[in-house]
């Protein structure tokens, strides 16, 4: 079954996610981190997209990221991906298609989602298996959000007001923020985040999915989907 269109709020968080052309690697190196990070930072400035939490794996990248416009994710990964694909392809000597076709999107209900979305990206180099820990993987948003380490990353990373709404001061906030690290995400919580990206429904409660549907005028979930919950690892 063909995915169904995207959509995009502005103003309202999305998890999104861009992959390798089957699974191949897109990173090779240091430099390759650093310059997509430089070239996605350059790009989501100019078009006005808040990025909140990130992970760069081998193959594929994770954001959580607000758009401030409806063409505004579609600008930023088209800048980026023609500029990283021409440095990845002169660089490594190949030609033709990096990407996986286009970028996979959802929008998220940021009450009851977004602090479990930004603990599902970075830990997503510990599910793999490539750190114990979020804090031993250099290329995520956890040294930012959870240590507060001041680098490159505080120049583009933007905090959302549920990050900022859990504790009054930058020190209360990373703790608490720690804190929702000694918690496993349940099993069917990381089913629902995958399947909502990959399908492109909405992740949230009924009531959310009510209302996107009614601003995009299409389904938000599938049928089976759409019981509201509650996010028990919130602070």
């Not at 023609?82 to 990845?88: A, D, E, P, S, T």
């Not at 490594?92 to 979305?117: C, F, I, M, N, P």
């Not at 930012?144 to 020190?171: Q, V």
């Amino acid at each position: 079954m063909a995915r169904l269109p995207r959509y995009v709020i502005p103003g309202q968080p999305q998890h999104i996610i861009q992959r390798g052309n089957n699974r191949q690697a897109i990173f090779g190196a240091t430099i390759d981190y650093q310059f997509f990070r430089d070239t996605l930072a350059e790009a989501a400035q100019k078009h006005g997209l808040l990025i909140h939490a990130y992970v760069w794996m081998t193959n594929h990248i994770h954001l959580l990221a607000t758009p401030q416009l409806e063409n505004t994710i579609g600008k930023v990964f088209q800048s980026v991906g023609r500029k990283y694909v021409q440095y990845f392809n002169s660089t490594y000597q190949r030609s033709g298609t990096l990407w996986e076709g286009r970028y996979r999107a959802t929008v998220v209900d940021s009450e009851q989602y977004l602090l479990t979305l930004m603990r599902y990206i970075e830990l997503n180099p510990v599910r793999a298996g490539m750190v114990a820990h979020a804090k031993e993987y250099p290329w995520s948003s956890y040294a930012f959000n959870a240590l507060g380490e001041i680098g490159s990353d505080s120049k583009w990373l933007t905090p959302h007001d549920e990050y900022l709404r859990l504790g009054r001061s930058m020190s209360e906030r990373q703790s608490a923020y720690r804190q929702l690290f000694r918690a496993a995400i349940p099993n069917a919580e990381l089913k629902e985040i995958r399947e909502c990206v990959h399908k492109g429904w909405a992740l949230g409660g009924a009531r959310f999915r009510a209302q996107i549907e009614e601003l995009a005028q299409r389904r938000a979930a599938s049928m089976g989907v759409g019981r509201p919950r509650k996010d028990n690892n919130r602070v």
